[in-house]
């Protein structure tokens, strides 16, 4: 079983920042994609910006130029570094990570989630 632990939520002024962290731990041979989703009250579940192995990201188009997401392969930690905070970023934040495991099953696992809000 792989779990994800993520960090770095909380409450922001407009035009803040914030750092979310992401680790992976458990039986993880490899680790493919690292992703952030958000949802925010009444809304489905969408993703925000997503990282490849290899470096290559992925971002909604409503977060790009403004956010950052990073991977320290490593580690099994996946980053995302939100400038520019905007009131419509507010949402329960989620990272999700697809590999295989030590003993050879791929798995996909997600975070329990953290808070971000963006308010005056």
């Known amino acids: 079983q792989v779990q994800l632990v993520e960090s770095g939520g909380g409450l922001v002024q407009p035009g803040g920042s914030l750092r979310l962290s992401c680790a992976a731990s458990?039986?993880?041979?490899?680790?493919?994609?690292m992703g952030w989703y958000r949802q925010a009250p009444g809304k489905q579940r969408e993703l925000v910006a997503a990282?490849?192995?290899?470096?290559?990201?992925n971002y909604a188009d409503s977060v790009k130029g403004r956010f950052t997401i990073s991977r320290d392969n490593a580690m099994n930690t996946v980053y995302l570094q939100m400038n520019s905070l905007k009131p419509e970023d507010t949402a329960d934040y989620y990272c999700?990570?697809?590999?295989?495991?030590?003993?050879?099953?791929?798995?996909?696992?997600w975070s329990q989630g953290t808070q971000v809000t963006v308010s005056s």
């Open positions: 458990g039986s993880i041979f490899s680790i493919n994609a």
């Open positions: 990282i490849t192995s290899g470096g290559s990201t």
């Open positions: 999700n990570a697809d590999g295989r495991t030590g003993w050879g099953p791929t798995f996909e696992s």
